[in-house]
């Protein structure tokens, strides 16, 4: 079966893998310069090879369909012996024959990160209706009608983690793409923060704008390559 894993720059390799594992991520390595972090929810490739770029990495029994059918409309490039491209928002989407994937066995008694609940990946696009089609052209689906006033839509893939699309303006904070986003409750993303904050992992903003009485009830994480993710409390 086809498999979609998000991927993330790690030039510094060693200090990915130590904010995935402190986040409760296992480890496994593909390679001497890539891994991947994976937990119950979600699977991320730390790719620590030169010139690696954040974005998503399909592994698929029948490559040459996908490409051509993104072909006539983003150019397939090709490095390193890998073939990718990228969404109209600049998310790069790579492209392997479904026997490259990694050979990585289902660990029976792997948990949950300590984000807490995942929602998936989050991309903003001002592009919205195009983006729509290239990852409908991947694989992912929706059953909400596309509508000029619609702010966002969450598309399904049988093979990798959920993607919502959101229009400009409707995420009043730093939004680099693509960002993973995890929803815990109110008391939930409060424990989930104060876990955080004890860890010492890496904070990229506070976020107050969504409270009433300004106190920072949600927060985005950012691991070395730059990954966000929002931890946020969904109220």
């Not at 792997?110 to 929602?119: H, Q, R, S």
């Amino acid at each position: 079966m086809p498999k979609l894993y998000l991927q993330t720059s790690a030039p510094r390799l060693d200090l990915s893998m130590e904010f995935y594992r402190k986040l409760g991520y296992t480890l496994h390595e593909i390679s001497e310069r890539v891994h991947l972090a994976m937990d119950k929810n979600m699977a991320i490739i730390l790719n620590g090879e030169a010139g690696s770029r954040t974005g998503m990495v399909l592994y698929h029994e029948n490559p040459v369909e996908i490409k051509e059918a993104l072909a006539d409309q983003h150019t397939i490039y090709r490095h390193a012996d890998v073939d990718f491209t990228a969404d109209y928002n600049n998310v790069r989407l790579f492209i392997h024959p479904i026997d490259e994937q990694p050979d990585i066995l289902e660990d029976a008694d792997i948990a949950y990160n300590m984000c807490g609940t995942c929602f998936g990946v989050g991309i903003e696009s001002v592009h919205f209706e195009a983006s729509i089609l290239f990852w409908s052209l991947v694989g992912f689906t929706t059953d909400t009608v596309i509508s000029d006033d619609l702010q966002y839509v969450t598309m399904k893939c049988a093979y990798g983690p959920d993607l919502t699309i959101f229009r400009p303006g409707n995420c009043p904070h730093a939004f680099q793409n693509p960002s993973l986003t995890y929803f815990n409750g109110k008391e939930g993303n409060k424990r989930v923060i104060d876990k955080l904050v004890d860890t010492k992992i890496n904070i990229a903003e506070f976020v107050s704008v969504f409270n009433k009485e300004g106190i920072a009830d949600n927060i985005i994480i950012s691991d070395p390559g730059g990954l966000h993710s929002f931890i946020f409390n969904d109220g």
